[in-house]
């Protein structure tokens, strides 16, 4: 995976938990939180994930 793939994919899991967790404040859904919160994991995990060395 390229390094500007890698900085999209976790642009858009960010900007999609910020989305999610706008929309479970304003319905009361708490299942748009749980998924703000699944997808910010997915963020940082995917941030702090160590290079493999080549």
């Known amino acids: ?3 500007m793939t890698k900085t999209l994919m976790l642009i858009s899991l960010i ?3 910020c989305v999610c967790y706008f929309i479970g ?3 009361g859904a708490v299942a748009f939180i749980a998924l703000g919160v699944i997808l910010e994991l ?3 995990l995917g941030l702090l994930k160590k ?4």
Do not use: C, I
């Not at 290079?51 to 080549?54: G, I, P, Y």
């Open 1 to 3: 995976m390229t390094k």
């Open 25 to 27: 404040t304003v319905k």
């Open 42 to 44: 997915g963020f940082w």
């Open 51 to 54: 290079k493999k060395s080549a």
């Open 15 to 17: 900007l999609l938990a």
